[in-house]
């Protein structure tokens, strides 16, 4: 992973102008790939009819599992985000901030993360992430009125394991697949540390 202070510095640079609109993703022409300088690989563009198949057939495949393994899926990812981020940025404030804007480039949605307290260097309450025009709610309309974001869910108590150490739960309290004009997600620290 780059350092999260160049790329904001060369993300200012008004003499490129591909990077001043997007500094973590790109087009290299030379291998003809996105390239994701953020976690220096390779990246892609999906749709959402890409993404709902992908869902609609591991939860038709998986049944009644299916929401425990989107959300053990988003878990595995986003521990590993959280932990490059923790490398990259001491100040897990910036570091937060930081994945709120890559989350908004990637076209995952506009991430707002209520103020983090902490006591050694861990969560001491519950933090709250709310996630306007998520990506992955747009792409359902749940009809039975409960949360669908599993793998977000998942995704979000990763960051805060890797960024905060120990183990975290995240559950989703309302959902714009059920009506809501915002995903929240409210991320706690489990008693088992």
Known sequence: MRDLHEIKINSNNPSNDAAALNPYFHFDPQSKQI???????????????????????????????????????????????????KDAVTDSAAAVNFLEYYGLLAGWGRFET?????????????????????????????????????FVSGLLAGIADGLFGGH???????????????CQFVIARTSAY
Request: glycine share 10%.
């Open 35 to 85: 390239k994701d300088s953020v976690f220096n690989c390779r990246g892609i563009i999906i749709n959402e009819r890409f993404w709902n198949r992908i869902r609609d057939e591991l939860m038709d495949l998986t049944k009644e599992a299916g929401p425990v393994i989107m959300y053990q899926l988003g878990l595995s990812f986003g521990l590993e985000v959280g932990a490059q981020g």
């Open 114 to 150: 209520s103020k983090l307290r902490l006591i050694g260097g861990r969560l001491s309450e519950p933090i709250n992430v709310k996630v306007f025009d998520n990506f992955f709610a747009h792409t359902f309309q749940s009809t039975s009125g409960n949360p669908t974001c599993f």
């Open 168 to 182: 975290h739960n995240c559950l989703e309290a309302q959902c714009i697949s059920a009506g809501a004009k915002c």
